[in-house]
Structures are given as C-alpha cells and as structure tokens.
C-alpha cells in the first residue's frame, strides 16, 4: 500500500520552512530557507516578495528531496504564514514596492492621528486589530499620504501569502485569518470593511477576495509545480496566519487554554467562540475557523532580539558553533546557564523595535539597567532570556485582567506559576524556534494539570518546537 504524506509550510519573518509528515503525525522531512529584512531608513523594515517566493519553491522541492517520497504520495500542502505584510501590486501583478512586515514602524505619526482623529477606537472594536504600526491599515494611510504617486498606481494592496497565492493560481484571495489581521476587515460581516476603505481611499477591487481559512486550491502554475516536483492539481489548502495556527498546533483551543509561542516575536493566545475585543485595545482579535476565534498579544520582540545579540555580540559562539558543528544558540544558552535566575540584578527590557501588547507603542526602546562590574557577557544572555520571557508574561497578566482568564495560570515543567518571586525563565532557542509553554485552567484538576488524551495523560505544559517566526 503506497503511503500518503502532508506538507506544512510556513512562510515566517526570517525564513521559510516546508515540512513532511505521515498522516499519523511523524516527521518525515523539513527543508528551511531563510532571507534578510532590510531596513532602507530607520523604522522601516522589509524583504523582497521575490525572494521569499523563491525561497517557498526551494523549500517545498528541497523538503521533497530529502523526505525521498513519490509525488503522488503527497496528498495536500497547508500554508501558514506571517501577517500584517502590505505588497503594491500594478496591473501587471508585479509588485512595486517590497514587503513591508509587521516590524515597520514609519506610520507611527499617522497610527496617532487615527487614534485621536480618525476613530480609531471605533474601527479597533470593528476588526479587532489593534491601532498599531504593524498593520495594514497604518501602512496604506502613510502611502496615501507620503508617496501619493505609488498609491495612486497600485492596482492591489496584498499580503506575502497572497502574492505566493497569485503566483500559484492566478487569483487574487485572502484567507480569513490573514484578512482580520489588516485593519480593513470587519469581524462580523466577514467582508472588508467599507468605512475604513472609505477612510483610506481604496475600494474592494483592490484588495484579495477572502475566503475561509480551509478554502483548497487547485490547478497550480505548471512552471511552478514542475520546479517543486508536486503534481499541479495538489490540493493547496490556503490555511491561516502563523500566530493562530500555533495554538490549533499545540492543540490549545479549549476554553481556559492560553498558548505562548516564541518565534521571531512572541505571542499568547487563547480561542473563543466568537469575535471579542478589548475596550483598552491591549488584544487582538483573529479568525480561525467558524466559531474558533484567536484573542491575545503580541510581543514585537522575541528571538529576533537574541538574534540581535548573537550578531552583534556572540562572535565567539558563533565561531565556535562552526568549529564545532553546533548551533550558536546552544552554546549562548550554555554561557547563560552560568549564571544564576535574575542575571546578578541586570534587567533587559526587549524594546528593540517599540513594543506591542500590552502597551502598543512604537517609540519604547530597549534598555540593560542595572550594570555593574561584576556583569559578564554570559549575563547580559541571560538578562536578554528573562527579558523576553518576562515581556510575554506581561501580556498574560492583561489576558487575566480582561477576566479572558481569570482561573488560568502558567504552567512549565516545574510546576505552576503563579506569582513574580516564581517565575522562571523556561526558553529554550534553537534556530527558527523555541519552547512553547501553555496557560491552563485550574479547573482540570486541583494539583496538577493534565490534557486527557486517548492515548495518554500528560501535564499541560507543552514544549513542542514552534515552527512560525511571527507570532503576532
């Protein structure tokens, strides 16, 4: 009997993973590609659409190749990706602009205008993404207003997933994840929504068609399925965004159930059966499935500020990670173990990029407070930890506060957390991932907390390795 696979891929912040399992879950293969973020001007942030799209076709053949499967083995690829990316595209379909990522900032002058002037508020409760840099939303306001030539002669205003989708299939479409994660889609019509385009200046034509998140597609570009060695008519299942497909990963989608991912960035999530917005406007909310709605908040720096440091300050793990066939990350994590909980007093505060949950401000920046002389470089790792995990941890108390979870507390492999004296930091980074810890309900069992399972019980804390880079 010839055996059938699936293909996740995700197209993430920093690179692009496909990865083969059989149906029954096990891993087969994975290829992973990653690519630059320029920044041509302070708080900007971008990548070449091109590039990544190359990097999507390289990782689907090369994950195929090393998995060592027939073609028609494969049965369906699911594609999660990053959000809150905006592309011009002319009439062509060639984009005019690169990517701009969720880590931009340039539209911070108008993200206040919007708050103040433009009923930001309103538009907030109506889509459940938060007045922020990041989104779309702000984007195409600073388009309008600082290069009104190229947003005159945009044809369409789209996503990366979208533009690997216009490549494939020739069509422009939006799942819903991806569309409520822009600013422009309202929660319940699940349509765009017409006072913000009307606010912008755009019309409908100029964004994808949405559809649901379990929408399949067929009929690729020949060109393109000959390159990865997929039959054409493979069914492509448009999935959803990188941060809501974490919690349906880690299986965190009944009530009372929180998911922390820590890619690029960082996120805590829970699912609820409707859409629900916060009226301090410190959560999001995004669509997964009917009735499987994704609230939470970001953090806009999670690895990528380990990664900061590894660049500009690890050269000696870096070097020896190549010597020695390691990872740079373990041997980083290796100094920081050194070195005992709260770093001898030093406390970093991740701000490199501004922050978003829970204070959804672009102008913080980062900050090591409390140097002193006893502080070595394995410290200043260690502190750099802490500091991400504590800024996710901040986001969960707002979660508790918005009475989301008033019975959940965070668990990790020591026990539950309930208060400051503690926490520990419990992250583990490898190259495009790290340790996912899951809030639970104190309802499940009084002592210690477990899933059931038909196969197993197990404590609810799962530490399965996040394959997205954007958790926003």
């Not at 041509?40 to 090393?66: C, F, H, N």
């Not at 499940?444 to 609810?460: A, E, I, M, V």
Request: net charge neutral; glycine share 8%.
């Amino acid at each position: 009997m010839e055996q059938r696979y699936v293909m996740g891929l995700d197209i993430g912040t920093t690179s692009t993973k496909a990865t083969i399992f059989t149906l029954e879950g096990h891993l087969i293969s994975s290829e992973s590609i990653e690519y630059p973020i320029f920044h041509p001007k302070a708080d900007w942030a971008e990548q070449d659409p091109d590039v990544i799209y190359q990097a999507v076709l390289d990782t689907i053949r090369g994950s195929i190749l090393k998995g060592k499967i027939k073609s028609s083995e494969l049965i369906g690829i699911g594609i999660s990706s990053a959000m809150h990316s905006l592309i011009a595209i002319d009439q062509y379909g060639n984009p005019l602009t690169n990517s701009i990522i969720w880590a931009d900032n340039r539209s911070v002058d108008y993200v206040k205008q919007l708050k103040e002037e433009w009923n930001g508020h309103e538009i907030y409760l109506r889509t459940g993404t938060p007045i922020h840099p990041m989104s779309p939303l702000s984007k195409l306001i600073w388009m309008r207003e600082e290069q009104p030539a190229l947003f005159k002669k945009a044809a369409k205003w789209i996503s990366i997933k979208e533009y690997i989708m216009w490549k494939w299939f020739s069509e422009y479409v939006v799942d819903y994840s991806i569309a409520s994660t822009t600013g422009l889609f309202h929660l319940k019509s699940l349509d765009w929504d017409q006072e913000v385009l009307n606010l912008i200046g755009i019309t409908k034509d100029q964004l994808s068609i949405p559809v649901p998140t379990t929408t399949i597609y067929q009929g690729m570009n020949t060109e393109a399925a000959n390159y990865m060695g997929i039959p054409k008519d493979l069914p492509i299942i448009i999935g959803a965004s990188d941060g809501v497909l974490a919690n349906l990963g880690v299986g965190a989608i009944e009530p009372g159930e929180l998911a922390v991912t820590i890619g690029t960035s960082g996120a805590i999530r829970t699912v609820v059966d409707k859409p629900i917005t916060d009226k301090k406007e410190r959560t999001f909310c995004y669509a997964l499935i009917d009735n499987h709605w994704v609230i939470g908040g970001p953090i806009n720096n999670g690895g990528i500020a380990l990664r900061w440091f590894r660049d500009q300050f690890a050269a000696k793990e870096v070097k020896e990670a190549i010597e020695l066939g390691k990872n740079a990350y373990d041997l980083m994590i290796e100094e920081a173990d050194k070195v005992p909980a709260g770093a001898n007093g030093l406390i970093f505060l991740p701000y490199l990029s501004g922050e978003r949950a829970p204070y959804w401000d672009a102008n913080t920046r980062g900050v090591f407070f409390g140097i002193s002389l006893i502080h070595k470089r394995e410290h200043f790792i260690r502190a750099v930890l802490e500091g991400i995990a504590f800024a996710v941890y901040s986001v969960g108390e707002a979660l508790i506060e918005r009475s989301i979870c008033n019975d959940c507390q965070l668990s990790t492999k020591n026990g539950v957390m309930p208060n400051a004296k503690e926490r520990k930091t419990n992250t583990s980074f490898g190259k495009n991932s790290v340790s996912i810890i899951v809030f639970v309900s104190k309802r499940k069992r009084n002592s210690r907390f477990y899933r059931q399972s038909p196969k197993r019980n197990y404590p609810y804390v799962d530490h399965r390795i996040c394959g997205s880079n954007s958790c926003g």
